[in-house]
């Protein structure tokens, strides 16, 4: 998966999620007999939980996308937290910096864990995103305490002197949490917004559907085959090229393009290209790209940022998956908090769903769609539609 969300290849992404499970371990192992060496009872509890779910990650077909500065983070953490050891709390910076560490990390974990909760419910983390939120930084409370209570009850039991229990103790577990906080709030403005998406991105390097097994996506795509097409699931048999005369149409790729655009304007959506209006799977035009699904989606992410804005990528996921030699591209749309147009040469159109059909709206119908589906964040965006919605008022009053 590259920056923009794109999918090319979802055996591709798992590789590279097996990959970090396996670094994962291999650090948590690392740690684990540096912590026995020097008796770290702290980095031994963090160690040997890592250590664990990433074995389990490994053996189980739930291979989340772990990116390099997650790990990266990990070593720093589990370096700073065995530095706070060694030197019995002499240092109070590096004792800081090791709680702030942690908490970003253990924020990063929760939130990794509720993506594998609800892996079978993708978009939910943009649709609920204080609900997502609130459960990651409880989850974190709950393993900066568990961590404290577990690492006191080891040094009691085998009676190893520390220094981490003395009247600083609730500074430290305080200044973890808080830590904790800001990873999840920026989470939170990240889903809502689509605010952030440079600071949250750079550690949680995934989208909800690559969270999923190649099985699993295929079965999905067939349920929603099943259902047919409706507000919220559209199907295109190509991308560029006309079946009729196999030559390369834009009218293709605009028919594309404005149902992503109807599915952002309203509550999101599915757009399955390579299936035909009866269902039959066909698969996609990769003929016309060298037969490269790589170039394919190069291409349609080039049209998406030249005719609807490259801001609204983090609101698009796509996905190639096989059927039998057939592709199928999975587009998923979530809702975006403010309108999104089609730039059709010198036009500017505004799509929204009304069936199982993508119409143009424009002038008075466009404002009040616009301003009651948005609500008030448009006057936050852009003043026009503040004035629009007052003068729509006077001539209703």
């Given at each position: ?126 649709s609920k995103p204080f609900t997502v939120s609130l459960i990651a930084f409880c989850i974190t409370v709950s393993l900066v305490t568990l961590i404290s209570m ?248």
């Open positions: 998966m590259d920056n923009n969300g794109i999918v090319d290849d979802v055996e591709y992404n798992l590789d590279i999620g097996s990959n970090g499970c396996v670094l994962t371990a291999i650090i948590s192992m690392f740690f684990i007999v540096s912590a026995l060496w020097v008796n770290d009872i702290r980095g031994l509890v963090i160690s040997v939980p890592t250590l664990v779910i990433s074995i389990y990650l490994l053996v189980t077909d739930t291979k989340p996308h772990i990116s390099i500065p997650f790990i990266v983070l990990q070593l720093i953490t589990l370096i700073l937290v065995q530095l706070t050891s060694y030197f019995k709390n002499e240092l109070p910076t590096l004792d800081i910096l090791a709680d702030i560490s942690l908490g970003l990390f253990l924020a990063l974990v929760g939130i990794t864990l509720i993506f594998t909760l609800i892996r079978g419910m993708p978009g939910f983390d943009r577990v690492d006191y009850s080891l040094e009691c039991l085998f009676n190893i002197e520390s220094e981490v229990y003395n009247e600083g103790y609730f500074e430290n577990t305080a200044t973890a949490i808080i830590s904790a906080l800001v990873v999840c709030v920026l989470f939170y403005f990240n889903r809502r917004d689509g605010l952030l998406s440079s600071v949250t991105d750079f550690f949680i390097n995934h989208a909800d559907e690559n969270w999923k097994t190649s099985e699993e996506i295929k079965s999905q795509i067939l349920k929603e085959i099943a259902a047919g097409e409706s507000t919220t699931c559209e199907f295109k048999s190509t991308l560029r090229t006309n079946l009729r005369d196999g030559k390369n149409d834009p009218r293709m790729e605009r028919a594309v393009l404005k149902s992503i655009v109807a599915f952002l304007n309203g509550k999101g959506g599915i757009l399955l290209v390579g299936v035909a209006d009866n269902g039959e799977i066909i698969g996609i035009d990769v003929e016309s790209f060298d037969g490269s699904t790589d170039k394919f989606s190069l291409h349609l992410n080039n049209l998406i940022t030249k005719q609807i804005g490259s801001e609204y990528l983090p609101f698009i996921t796509w996905s190639i998956v096989d059927f039998d030699g057939k592709g199928v591209l999975r587009v998923y749309c979530t809702p975006s908090k403010k309108p999104v147009f089609l730039k059709d040469g010198k036009e500017t159109l505004f799509f929204v769903r009304s069936g199982p059909s993508s119409i143009d709206i424009h002038g008075t119908d466009m404002l009040y769609y616009a301003t009651h589906h948005f609500g008030r964040k448009l006057n936050k965006l852009n003043p026009i539609y503040k004035t629009g919605h007052s003068e729509e008022k006077k001539d209703q009053e």
